[in-house]
Nanobody, 122 residues
């Protein structure tokens, strides 16, 4: 079992940057593929970014490529989402997720955090 706690959300202006953090409780954090998802009001949850447990390879949704960067610090059991050039349409609740030794990017996540709100004003 892994517990995930997101932090770092807030209210920012369009064009600003924000870094989200997700702290994991597990002692085998390095064996988990980690992902970020988001859900905007009235919309379905969508994939944002992921980072592999095995080789650190990353993957991004087309809507955030070039603006967002996912990274992890296994020593701190933490995954980050650096968000630059934020747009109003990035406004959503952001969730981090984990799956044990996962090799698929978009599906199969077992553990989820509680979410953190990101609001980007125009």
């Amino acid at each position: 079992q892994v517990q995930l706690v997101e932090s770092g959300g807030g209210l920012v202006q369009a064009g600003d940057s924000l870094r989200l953090s997700c702290a994991a409780s597990g002692r085998t954090f390095s064996s988990y593929t980690m992902g970020w998802f988001r859900q905007a009001p009235g919309k379905e949850r969508e994939f944002v970014a992921a980072i592999s447990w095995s080789d650190g390879a990353t993957n991004y949704a087309d809507s955030v490529k070039g603006r967002f960067t996912i990274s992890r610090d296994n020593a701190k059991n933490t995954v980050y989402l650096q968000m630059n050039s934020l747009k109003h349409e990035d406004t959503a609740v952001y969730y981090c997720a984990a799956k044990y030794r996962g090799y698929t990017i978009y599906v199969g996540y077992t553990y989820w955090g509680q979410g953190t709100q990101v609001t980007v004003s125009s």
